[in-house]
């Protein structure tokens, strides 16, 4: 049994990043890809989601919203305080 103490300490990270489909696709474009390069880039399997993703069809994970964030916007993830 693990004491509380050596659980990490995850109330740092909030996800306040979204993407609509529509800025989800301006930061592909953004980032000079195409749908099938980008898929194989977050390693999601084809273009296709990519483009359900742009179409508004299926939600896009959190993940892949802060990996477009931090390679289109040059916002990376929050990190924790370390004062």
């Given at each position: 049994?693990?004491?509380?103490s050596?659980?990490?300490n995850?109330?740092?990270?909030t996800l306040d990043k979204t993407l609509t489909p529509s800025e989800f696709r301006e930061a592909?474009?953004?980032l000079g890809l195409s749908q099938e390069q980008l898929?194989?880039?977050l390693q999601v399997g084809?273009?296709?989601t990519v483009r359900r993703w742009?179409?508004?069809e299926r939600d896009i994970p959190g993940p892949v919203v802060v990996l477009m964030h931090w390679l289109a916007f040059n916002q990376p993830p929050s990190s924790p305080d370390t004062n």
């Open positions: 049994m693990y004491a509380s050596t659980v990490a995850t109330d740092w990270f592909r474009q953004k898929s194989q880039l084809s273009g296709r742009e179409a508004g």
